[in-house]
């Protein structure tokens, strides 16, 4: 009652549980779909009684999405109890912990459904390389060019052949010493 005659929104009230999903392209949205139904479901099977869903078509190295900056303000106004999530690079490519901590201290957790625990650290530091690289050379060459898709190849083979152990040698370097 004292908040109420204040105009002060009471902290105690019931906090939502959110599931947001994200895509990184248009052409992705059946993917968007599906990641949503999995979303549900598994709310479903976990007895969370979902309150809301956000989804955003955007990179994950974009953090000024719409509905991520949505779930951001909702969770620092204190809205938000958890945050459910298939993977960690759905809601951003790098900073995850950060953003866990800063939701924990406005009181809401991120629940990732599938921990990538399987990937060895070579593994994922090449996929967040490549992201980069994806990310910089449409920026720089457009989505659609020639030179941006050769550019994300050439740099998928080498960290593909360096997370393997089998890195090419520059062309320079292959030269025979006779």
Request: aromatic share 8%; proline share 2%; hydrophobic share 40%.
């Amino acid at each position: 009652m004292l908040y109420r005659a204040l105009g002060i929104k009471n902290r105690q009230e019931p906090k939502k549980i959110v599931l947001y999903a994200r895509v990184s392209s248009a052409g992705q949205k059946p993917d968007l779909e599906d990641q949503l139904k999995y979303l549900k479901d598994f709310a479903a099977g976990k007895g969370l009684t979902v309150d809301e869903i956000l989804a955003d078509v955007g990179s994950a190295l974009n953090y000024r999405r719409k509905n991520f900056l949505k779930l951001c303000g909702m969770v620092t106004r204190g809205e938000v109890k958890t945050v459910v999530v298939a993977h960690k690079d759905r809601l951003v490519r790098f900073g995850f912990d950060f953003f866990e901590d800063l939701f924990a201290k406005f009181g809401c957790e991120i629940l990732v459904v599938n921990k990538a625990e399987d990937m060895s650290p070579a593994q994922e530091l090449t996929e967040d390389l490549i992201s980069i690289v994806q990310r910089f050379a449409a920026k720089l060459y457009g989505q659609r060019t020639y030179k941006a898709r050769k550019l994300i190849k050439t740099v998928k083979e080498v960290l593909s052949g360096a997370a393997d152990g089998k890195a090419k040698r520059p062309v320079a370097e292959q030269k025979e010493v006779v």
